[in-house]
T-cell receptor, first 114, second 114 residues
Framework: DGGITQSPKYLFRKEGQNVTLSCEQN?????MYWYRQDPGQGLRLIYY???????QKGDIAEGYSVSREKKESFPLTVTSAQKNPTAFYLC?????????????FGSGTRLTVV | AQSVAQPEDQVNVAEGNPLTVKCTYS??????LFWYVQYPNRGLQFLLK??????LVKGSYGFEAEFNKSQTSFHLKKPSALVSDSALYFC????????????FGKGTKLSVIP
């Protein structure tokens, strides 16, 4: 079955540590997105990529980094510069040409600073 | 600029009663409109979309939504609420032009009371 997989489901980070969240899709989608979700604040866009080897900052990119070396993969690194990283992180993908049918989301990664 | 508003942070409804979750939008051009549902600690799941055609759109789990161009609204409805419908609901908009990105509302928490 086609879909989008995020791992791990739960992640714990120590102060000053970088961590990487995985996002893989087998939907043949060109575009991929990372969102952060905090209680009562909806979805905030961190980074997005519409094609391999290219990505753009979203609304809250500071303290995060991404790469897009393969069409299927869009990992997100939460760096030590992100002062308040505890949140629920969602990855999504979509087409970026022709017909648009919205996003497909992964099941999320909950990151907690310990 | 385009925007989506979900005027209610929370909606409470008794089981078996009809439910409505409101969404209004602002965009130049013809909108693509979506509803997604999120259960706790899960990703967003697609419910339904309006792109063109019939203003009444039917989706998953018995939900439907009516596109009203004059009122710029796309309210989500269900004739008879179930306790299992309790979740967070997001309305989203694509302008139909430019980058394939969705603009999300802040979400409405639906609680169905037994």
């Amino acid at each position: 079955d086609g879909g989008i997989t995020q791992s791990p489901k739960y992640l714990f980070r120590k102060e000053g540590q970088n961590v990487t969240l995985s996002c893989e899709q087998n939907l043949n989608h060109d575009a991929m997105y990372w969102y952060r979700q905090d209680p009562g604040q909806g979805l905030r866009l961190i980074y997005y990529s519409q094609i391999v080897n290219d990505f753009q900052k979203g609304d809250i990119a500071e303290g995060y980094s991404v790469s897009r070396e393969k069409k299927e993969s869009f990992p997100l690194t939460v760096t030590s510069a992100q002062k308040n990283p505890t949140a629920f992180y969602l990855c999504a993908s979509s087409t970026s040409n022709g017909s648009f049918y919205g996003y497909t989301f992964g099941s999320g990664t909950r990151l907690t600073v310990v | 600029a385009q925007s989506v508003a979900q005027p209610e942070d929370q909606v409470n409804v008794a089981e078996g009663n009809p439910l409505t979750v409101k969404c209004t939008y602002s965009v130049s051009g013809n909108p693509y409109l979506f509803w997604y549902v999120q259960y706790p600690n899960r990703g967003l799941q697609f419910l339904l979309k309006y792109i063109t055609g019939d203003n009444l759109v039917k989706g998953s789990y018995g939900f439907e939504a009516e596109f009203n161009k004059s009122q710029t609204s796309f309210h989500l409805k269900k004739p008879s609420a179930l306790v299992s419908d309790s979740a967070l609901y997001f309305c989203a908009l694509y302008s139909g032009a430019g980058s394939y990105q969705l603009t999300f509302g802040k979400g409405t928490k639906l609680s169905v009371i037994p």
